[in-house]
């Protein structure tokens, strides 16, 4: 991802949450073409839906051209995933 496509959703998770500080995100590039782990204080995962999700994942598809980027919050991996299925 590019720095501008970083900066966008870094925004788009610090503006729904209470503790932007806490805010942050990381790529694994190992298991998929384009995967992103959410971080965010405990308290405020309840604000990080799975329609913000599937939003914030179909808008990094159009900024990047990456067909089906994978998105979730820590420890919240899809099952398919955690199962060791990759998209290839």
Known sequence: MEEEHCSWLISQI????KNPDSANFGID?????LEIIIKVAEEDKRFITQEWLDAWKHELSVKTGVLSPVIYLEGNE???LAKGEFIH
């Open 14 to 17: 610090e503006r729904l949450v």
């Open 29 to 33: 590039k190992s298991r998929c073409d």
């Open 78 to 80: 899809p099952e398919w």
